[in-house]
């Protein structure tokens, strides 16, 4: 990892080429070819173990170098030849987790970072609807139960909506919430700008998929 190179500039470009990937005996993908641009916004549809997220997994190194064929490239960078903390700090993957702290759901949500991440958080919240009521309610870990599944996952979302990421993988943001809070999701989703946005959904309505600039779709 030591040797490995920074990302220096914005992501203008990500490109997976040739990509053959497989599990055990199962053929994930085969030679496979898709490239995702600044500005843009993209849908990736597909039934599950069709690798949906395991595109996002493959960017984000969570699968072993050696473990694939073919290339990962950002900004014409093979990902082989970057270090990991590099691209965490340029991608955000977005999808639930169970990961909690003690503290009020504000403190969940900055996870103790810098004043530059409160600067943006009341901007997250409101548009969110997490209002100041439920910014302040406590959380205690022993006892997950106290947070509601859709409060859980719009925490999720604002710990990295109050970053600054070149690049957001968001894996179904939608997945059992309630119509008004998944519109919340998805309005927030595509006021991001000069950014490239991949959203993994399950969504196949016509008028989510035609908000996108491009769906892809894994057979």
């Known amino acids: 990892e030591e040797q490995r190179l920074g990302l220096e500039e914005k992501i203008r470009q990500v490109e997976f080429k040739d990509i053959s990937l497989q599990f055990g005996d199962k ?3 085969d030679h496979y070819h898709v490239q995702f641009e600044q500005g843009k916004k993209y849908a990736i549809l597909g039934e599950s173990g069709k690798g949906k997220s ?3 997994k493959l960017l984000m190194k969570y699968v072993k170098d050696d473990a694939y064929f073919g290339n990962v490239y950002i900004n014409g960078q093979d990902i082989r030849t970057i270090c990991s903390e590099s691209i965490y700090q340029k991608i955000a993957f977005i999808q639930r987790n169970e990961f909690l702290v003690d503290g009020s759901v504000k403190d969940n949500i900055l996870l103790y970072r810098t004043d530059a991440y409160e600067e943006r958080l009341n901007g997250v919240c409101d548009a969110l609807k997490l209002d100041e009521t439920l910014k302040k309610k ?18 999720d979302t604002a710990r990295f909506m109050i970053g600054d990421y070149d690049m957001l993988i968001f894996d179904e943001p939608t997945s059992n919430l309630d119509p008004d809070t998944s519109e919340a999701i998805y309005n927030m989703i595509f006021a991001i700008k000069d950014k490239i946005v991949i959203v993994i959904t399950h969504d196949t309505s016509e ?8 769906v892809i779709k894994l057979a």
Request: charged share 35%.
């Open 27 to 29: 053929k994930i993908f």
């Open 54 to 56: 395991t595109l996002a």
């Open 138 to 155: 406590q959380i205690d870990i022993s006892n997950k139960s106290e947070v509601s599944f859709g409060e859980k996952q719009r925490i």
């Open 207 to 214: 008028e989510y998929l035609n908000r996108f600039d491009e």
